[in-house]
């Protein structure tokens, strides 16, 4: 058997351009699957250091959220429509009270997000979220 060495003692100078490919299909991959994700937006209208927002407590609605989706609107429990109702009723008084959400830590997304949107559809533009305990 005889095996054939190597003469020239210069490397070759072909890129292998395989990986390369390879890479740049899994980031193109990765930016369509994230841009959707990207283009989401919520509008909060967060307060300002200068401005004095602060309500009477009696004033306010604590809308507590669990992480099995129920709501509790002032220790009360409420289904959505209720929960529809109810904003609508606060957000026609004279003085609109604030919104105090207190969503649970495994609370879903979607549903403080469309809780969010049904106060602002309301009308309700003072909407705050509860400190961590």
């Known amino acids: 058997m005889a095996f054939s060495a190597r003469v020239q003692a210069a490397p070759l100078a072909q890129i292998n ?3 390369l490919v390879d890479v740049l299909l899994v980031l193109l991959v990765i ?3 994230t841009s959707p994700v990207l283009t989401h937006k919520l509008k909060l209208d967060l307060p300002q250091a200068g401005r004095s927002t602060h309500t009477n407590p009696s004033e306010r609605v604590r809308l507590a959220i669990h992480t099995d989706g129920s709501m509790y609107w002032n220790d009360m429990p ?6 529809e109702a109810q904003l609508a009723v606060a957000a026609r008084a004279p003085q609109p009270p604030s919104l105090l959400l207190d969503p649970a830590d495994g609370a879903s997304y979607e549903v403080v997000a469309s809780v969010i949107a049904g106060a602002k559809r309301q009308g309700l533009e003072k909407i705050d979220f509860m400190a961590a305990r």
């Not at 409420?78 to 929960?83: D, E, G």
Request: overall charge neutral.
């Open 78 to 83: 409420v289904n959505p429509a209720m929960l």
């Open 31 to 33: 930016v369509m699957i």
């Open 17 to 19: 351009v395989t990986p």
